[in-house]
C-alpha cells in the first residue's frame, strides 16, 4: 500500500460523508481523494473547513440539450405539446447562429458549474438544418469548460433518420470529429417499420465506432402509436450486440401506462440488457398528457417498478427554457425535488434513491462509475453543501458552498447567504 504523503494539494476537514458516522477529512492530492480519515495529521497546500456541512459526490447531467437552451424568450411554449416544441425548435435552429448558441449553451453551462454539477452528456442536434454546428459547438465548450466539468456529446438525430436523409453521414461525421456517443430519436420516424430501420441504423453506426448509445425512446403517453414503444425492441437488440451497459434510453415514458403484468416482462428485459433509464421529469411533466381533458396523467417512466427490477435509473434536466420545457436552472438538485414529488419518493430511503440518482446512477448511466463517488482513489469531484445532513439536500436544496472539480476548487459561495439579524433568537 502506498504511503500517504505528508503534504497534500488539498484537505476538506470535518465533512459530513454519511449521516450515520463521525465527521471526516477528505484528502485530495494530484487531482484525487487519498484518503478518508477522521482526523488527518498532515498538511495541506489549501484547506476548506467543512464545519459539519454534507459533501457529496459532484452531481451529473446524463442528457442535456445545451445547443437549443434559452430560448424561451425567442419562441415561447404556446401550445405546450411535443409536435409544437419540434416545429419551433427547427424553425430557430434553421438561423445557424453560432454565436448565439455559444452564449446559450454557456449560460446553462455557468449555471450547471454553480450548482455543484461536474459532469454532464449533451445531445446536440445533428440534421439537414442544423448540420453539425451543434457538435462543432460542443467540441468548443468540452474545451473550454475542461477544467470545470467533464462534457460527453451524443450526435442526436432530433428529426429522425430514415425521415431526414443525409442524417446518418452527419452523425457518422460528428462522431469522427470527436462526438463521444451515437444518439437516436426513433419515434420521430412516419411508421413502425422505419422506427426499428432507425434503431438497427444507430446500433450500427455505433458499433463501427465502437461508442455508446443514447436515445429518446418511448416519449407518449401511452403505446397506442407503436413508434413510440420501441422499448422491448432495443432492449433485444442490446443484448444481440453485446451492448449490456452501454446502452442509455431517456423519456421512456410511455411504459407507465402499461399494467403491472405487462410491465414486469418489459422491467426483466431492460435489466438483462443492462440498460439506464434517464428520466427527464421537468419536460415529461410538462410535454405529458396534453390531450387528457381532466386529471391528466403524469406522464412519468414507472420509476418503482424500474428500481425493483434492478435497472439502474437516473434523472436529468434535458431541457432548459424553450418551447420542450420553459423552466430549469440546470440543478440536479431541483430537478431531483421535482421527481420526488412527482414519484411519490417521500420516504427517508425513497429520497436517498432520487439523491443516488442524481450522483451515482447518473455516472453510471453515462460510463464513468469507476472513477466516481466519495471514496479513496476516486476523482476529487465533490460538492459542499451548505446543510449539515446529507439527507437534507433534496429538501434544503442548499448553496452550493465548495465545488471542487479533479481537486480543484472550482466555485466558492462561502458566507453569501447568512442572515444578520438585529437580535438574538437564542431566548425564544
Ligand atoms: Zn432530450
Known amino acids: 500500500m502506498n504511503r500517504l504523503p505528508d503534504h497534500v494539494d488539498l484537505v476538506i476537514r470535518h465533512a459530513r460523508i454519511d449521516d450515520d458516522a463521525p465527521l471526516t ?24 473547513d467543512a464545519a459539519g456541512r454534507a459533501v457529496v459526490p459532484g452531481f451529473i447531467e446524463p442528457h442535456i440539450h445545451l445547443d437549443k437552451a434559452m430560448w424561451h424568450r425567442a419562441r415561447p411554449s404556446v401550445a405546450g405539446t411535443l409536435e409544437e416544441a419540434i416545429r419551433v425548435t427547427a424553425d430557430l435552429k434553421s438561423r445557424r447562429d453560432r454565436t448565439d448558441m455559444l452564449v446559450r449553451a454557456r449560460r446553462v453551462l455557468d449555471m450547471a458549474v454553480r450548482n455543484g454539477t461536474v459532469a454532464l452528456r449533451a445531445h446536440p442536434d445533428v440534421d439537414p438544418i442544423q448540420q453539425l454546428l451543434g457538435v462543432e459547438t460542443m467540441l468548443e465548450l468540452r474545451d473550454e469548460y475542461r477544467d470545470l466539468l467533464d462534457l460527453q456529446i451524443v450526435a442526436f438525430p432530433q428529426e429522425g433518420l430514415i425521415k431526414a436523409p443525409g442524417t446518418l453521414q452527419l452523425m457518422e461525421e460528428g462522431l469522427r470529429l470527436g462526438a463521444d456517443v451515437a ?82 416482462p418489459l422491467v426483466d428485459l431492460l435489466a438483462e440488457a443492462h440498460i439506464h433509464v434517464v428520466t427527464l421529469p421537468a419536460t415529461d411533466l410538462y410535454l405529458g ?29 434535458n431541457n432548459v427554457r424553450n418551447a420542450f420545457t420553459p423552466f430549469g436552472n440546470a440543478d440536479v438538485l431541483t430537478i431531483g425535488n421535482l421527481l420526488a414529488h412527482a414519484a411519490q419518493f417521500g420516504t427517508p430511503s425513497q429520497q436517498a434513491q432520487i439523491l443516488a440518482m442524481g450522483t451515482v446512477n447518473a455516472a453510471r448511466a453515462i460510463g464513468l462509475a469507476s472513477d ?37 476548487i472550482t466555485v466558492t459561495t462561502h458566507h453569501c447567504c447568512e442572515i444578520h439579524r438585529a437580535h438574538s433568537t437564542e431566548e425564544v
Open 25 to 48: 477529512d477528505i484528502v485530495i492530492d494530484a487531482g484525487r481523494i487519498v484518503a478518508l480519515e477522521t482526523d488527518w495529521h498532515g498538511t495541506a497546500r489549501e484547506e476548506i
Open 183 to 264: 444518439g437516436g430519436c426513433p419515434y420521430n420516424e412516419l411508421n413502425r417499420e422505419d422506427t426499428e430501420r432507425h434503431i438497427d441504423a444507430v446500433f450500427d453506426l455505433a458499433q463501427r465506432f465502437d461508442v455508446d448509445i443514447d436515445m429518446h425512446a418511448d416519449f407518449a403517453d401511452d403505446t397506442a402509436d407503436a413508434r413510440f414503444f420501441a422499448t422491448a425492441y432495443i432492449a433485444r437488440r442490446t443484448i444481440e450486440t453485446g451492448y449490456q451497459g452501454r446502452v442509455s434510453l431517456g423519456h421512456v415514458t410511455s411504459l407507465g401506462s402499461l399494467p403491472p403484468e405487462q410491465l414486469a
Open 289 to 317: 398528457a396534453r390531450h387528457d381533458a381532466s386529471n391528466p396523467r403524469r406522464g412519468l417512466t414507472p420509476l418503482r417498478a424500474l428500481i425493483d427490477g434492478g435497472v439502474n435509473v437516473a434523472y436529468s434536466s
Open 372 to 408: 466516481y463517488g466519495v471514496a479513496p482513489g476516486r476523482i476529487a469531484d465533490l460538492v459542499v453543501l451548505d446543510t449539515h445532513w446529507i439527507a437534507d439536500a433534496l429538501l434544503d436544496i442548499p448553496p452550493r458552498t465548495w465545488v471542487i472539480k479533479r481537486g480543484r
